[in-house]
């Protein structure tokens, strides 16, 4: 009995899945085929479109899931100690610098293995 509900549910969440993506598809089309209608009623009816595709998606088992990730996601951003200006500034410093080191140490270096296969191969230059 108890896996005859989980297969209903399974059923009518598909279909309710993809009930909000034909109302998506649908509502992006009709965005482009009433071209010659008022932009400003156009974007109003997409975004009620998605809207009522977005409800119909939350109210199926994968929905709450990744409704219940998003907020966990948003409280886990909220822990992060973010660098100040400061911070930021010096290390972005020291990155370039880094870099400008590395550079100059790669260029001496291909200099240097040039002249010397060139001393090798008989070429002076």
Not at 5 to 25: Q, R
Not at 49 to 61: D, N, P, R
Not at 79 to 85: A, G, H, I, N, S
Not at 98 to 105: L, M, N, Q, S, T
Request: no cysteine; glycine share 8%.
């Amino acid at each position: 009995m108890n896996s005859k509900v989980e297969a209903t549910n399974t059923l009518m969440d598909t279909i309710k899945l993809t009930i909000a993506v034909l109302i998506s598809i649908g509502v992006v089309a009709a965005f482009y085929i009433f071209s010659d209608q008022s932009l400003l009623y156009r974007w109003l009816g997409l975004l009620a479109g998605i809207g009522i595709s977005v409800a119909i998606a939350l109210q199926t088992e994968k929905g709450r899931y990744l409704w219940a990730f998003l907020q966990d996601a948003q409280v886990e951003v909220k822990k992060v100690v973010w660098p100040t200006r400061q911070e930021t500034l010096q290390t972005t410093l020291i990155v370039i610098l880094v870099v400008i080191i590395v550079a100059i140490i790669l260029l001496i270096l291909d200099k240097f293995l040039g002249w010397s296969i060139g001393s090798l191969m008989g070429q002076r230059g």
